[in-house]
């Protein structure tokens, strides 16, 4: 098996997940308001007070989606990974490139293809981040204008409530169609990553994947992991130690030879010490 690097850790997967299966349930309960008569609305509108349940599970899933939004910007402000992702997300003058680059692979005007390595975020991700930012904020305005309805028209007139019903709509339709056609096609149906990026379930993806879309931020894991490697073997007269290879499987494999090097490690390393 090859080797891993880690794309999301468990915190981040469970806010996915949170996030696609309250967007599934608001596209669905939004659109069956628009178009009662389509057919796959039929399992909400053939039961008692279906109408009604949608409206009702449309608004839990928008305060939901609400509620992780805050917190999603309370572990953007208070964890170190969180503020490293902040960061990580600024679009750089490297992002315009990059896009030129793809732009120029994919019309054949580079031949061969020029190899593209970008970092933790690619200029794509950095885009749908974005957004989901902005049409959060929107679709939140927005909806909260038309569930209060009375309330608005109490100090608006008649037409902003009409804009806000257009937006929303328009807002849905264009986040609905980014997710199937965006970013399906590039976690699911990208020939380099079919039949799906799995870190989003794993949270880790493999070194050809990184390769692909993060060559610059393997670059980077790769020389931070040789600094460490070099820092401890420098640190090995001093009482560093040494490093034994581990089992394929992920285990260590104990043998006797191991441990009579671990003793000497032990020994050299008292033999060393001058006190504090």
């Known amino acids: 098996m090859g080797k891993k690097y880690l794309r999301m850790t468990l915190n981040e997967r469970i806010q996915h997940i949170n996030l696609a299966i309250n967007f599934t349930i608001l596209v669905i309960t939004g659109f069956a308001l628009k178009y009662p008569e389509a057919f796959w609305v039929s399992p909400i509108t053939d039961v008692p007070l279906g109408m009604t349940f ?66 933790r ?64 096609y590039s976690v699911i149906f990208n020939p380099d990553v079919y039949p799906m990026n799995w870190a989003w379930i794993n949270g880790h993806l493999t070194e050809h994947e990184m390769e692909l879309e993060h060559g610059l931020e393997l670059e980077k894991i790769k020389a931070s992991q040789e600094k460490e ?19 394929p499987g992920g285990r260590e494999r104990f043998s006797i030879k191991d441990l009579y090097g671990a003793i000497q490690d032990i020994n050299e390393s008292v033999k060393n010490w001058k006190g504090m």
Not at 63 to 77: F, K, N, R
Not at 98 to 110: G, H, P, Q, R, S
Not at 139 to 161: A, D, Q, R
Request: glycine residues 8%.
């Open 54 to 119: 949608r409206g009702f599970l449309h608004r839990l899933s928008g305060v939901a989606t609400v509620t992780l939004g805050g917190y999603h910007l309370l572990y953007l402000a208070f964890t170190a990974r969180g503020r490293q992702i902040v960061i990580d997300m600024i679009p750089t003058w490297k992002d315009v490139q990059d896009l030129w680059e793809t732009l120029k692979n994919n019309l054949f005007i580079n031949r061969p293809a020029k190899v593209i390595k970008m970092g």
């Open 229 to 247: 490697l070099k820092e401890f073997s420098e640190a090995g007269p001093s009482g560093g130690g040494r490093v034994y290879p581990s089992h």
């Open 121 to 184: 975020f690619n200029f794509r991700e950095k885009f749908e981040y974005f957004g989901l930012i902005w049409g959060t904020i929107v679709m939140t305005v927005t909806g909260f204008i038309l569930w209060f309805k009375e309330e608005w028209l109490l100090f608006f007139p008649m037409w902003t409530f009409d804009v806000a019903r257009a937006i929303h709509f328009y807002e849905a339709v264009l986040a609905t169609l980014t997710i199937i056609v965006w970013h399906f």
